[in-house]
């Protein structure tokens, strides 16, 4: 079974400009133990797939409708109360922007163990050695003098690693990790990636990982989905999708990455642009760019099914 199934998910924001669906149908599971990726164009509603699984979306956004199952329990229905326990211990996330979601005023420390005095109600010396054991365990030396520092005089590299070790603090089952290392230069990225690899290992949790970067997912992911116009439009294997991608958009993806590339490569460059996701084209939403698109794709919307084993896509071409 699962860790995480989210079905037909869909989550809308209602702007002066219209409504905007950002995530319109995206299903897919997540297994223990994993990295998941979610992969695919800026704006295809990967961000908000993430916000909606935490229940952090506000007005003028609006979940309309989907499952998001969590141990049977569907996060999407479930009492906010029972969210806010299940946030941070079971589900936790990192976001791009590390500054953010630190706050200038407390030191390191005592964000790192401000939810986990809570969660486990410890004591102040049980909570100052968990938090030195935190600071160690995301790499950052000098635990002790560290942890009395402030966010302002740490590089963008240490935030991350503090996120990490906040977003760790209460042993979460699933981590989700929103494009953790894009505001990072590329060699602290690489350390950002090998330190969260090691943590999944040791903690045993799954991950799901969030980025425009193909080269990452071959590098690190063990599943992934490619979302286009709120979708999932292909899941599987990262080795089944290099060794044999269905979608024409993940095609064209694929094609578009250089050799030797590797943590380097950003999504490449695919004809046409994305749509509007006020005004996103009729059946399936890809059909304006497809090269193989014909009469019935701009009628119809393809469904997502198994193509061969773990492997699923929405295209018609594989329609049987
Ligand atoms: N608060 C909001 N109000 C209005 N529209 C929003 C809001 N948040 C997101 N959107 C829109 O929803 C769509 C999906 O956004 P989302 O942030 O999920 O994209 P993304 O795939 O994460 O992109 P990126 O790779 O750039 O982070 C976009 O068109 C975005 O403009
Ligand atoms: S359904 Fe049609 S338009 Fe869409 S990706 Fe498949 S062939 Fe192309
Ligand atoms: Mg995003």
Redesign the pocket.
Known sequence: MPLLDVKGLKTY?Y?NRGV?K??DGASFTVNENEIFCLV??????????A?SIMRLIFP??KILSGKALYKEEDLLKIPESEMQKIRGREISMVF?NPMNSLNPVFTIGYQISEAPTVHFNLSKKEAWKRTTDLIRDVKITDADTRAKCYPHVLSGGMRQRTMMAMMLSCNPNLLIA??PTTSLDVTIQAQILDLLIEIKKKRRMSVIL?T?NFGLVAEFGDRVAV?YC?KVVEIGDVTTIFRNPLHPYTRGLLRCLPIGYKRKSKLGFIPGTLPS?IDTPSGCSFHPRCEHSTKSCKLREPELVEYEKNHFVACHLYER
């Open positions: 924001f702007t905007v950002a995530v695919g164009e800026t704006g295809c509603g990967k961000s908000v797939t916000l003028p956004g791009q929103d494009e969030i425009h979302m709120g996701p």
